[in-house]
C-alpha cells in the first residue's frame, strides 16, 4: 500500500497544465467561431447591398430604350447609364459599416443585365493581431430587367 501512495504523490500538480492548455484551446477555438461568424455575415451584407445595386443597375433605362420584339418587349441598357444609376444608389444607401467600400464595376455585357462589383475590408472583431490590414471581399451581383 506505501508503494502505491509514493506513486499517486507523484502525479501531484500534473493535471493543471493540461486545464491550462485546453482552456487556451477552447478560447482559441471560441476566437476562430466568431471571426469566422463575423466574416461571413459581412459578406452577406456586402453581397446584399451589390445585391440591390445590380437590381438599380437593370432599371436603369429610359422608355425609349425599349423595343418590341418576338418575345415581347425588351428594355436595352447602357453602360453609363448602369454606373451613374448604381453611384446613385450606393450614395443614398447607409453603408458606412463598410470599411473603405468601393464600386469597382457596374456594366452591362449583353444589353439586358447589370453586373456590379463591390469590395470592402472586413477585419477581426475581436483579436486582429493576424490580420492587421484585414481581407479584402469582393462580391459581383447580377440584374436583369424583364417585362412581365
Known sequence: ???????LKGEEGSLLPLTIFYGFLSLVLILLVVAATSLYLERKRLFTLADGAALVGAEAFALDDVSVTAGGPRPTLH???VRSAVAAY???????????LRL?????????SATVQLSAYWRPPVVSLLLPEGIRLDVTALGRSVFG
Open 1 to 7: 500500500m506505501t508503494v502505491r501512495l509514493r506513486r
Open 104 to 112: 469597382e464595376s457596374a456594366t452591362t455585357t449583353d444589353g439586358r
Open 90 to 100: 450606393l450614395d443614398t444607401v447607409p453603408h458606412d459599416r463598410f470599411e473603405s
Open 79 to 81: 453602360s453609363a447609364e
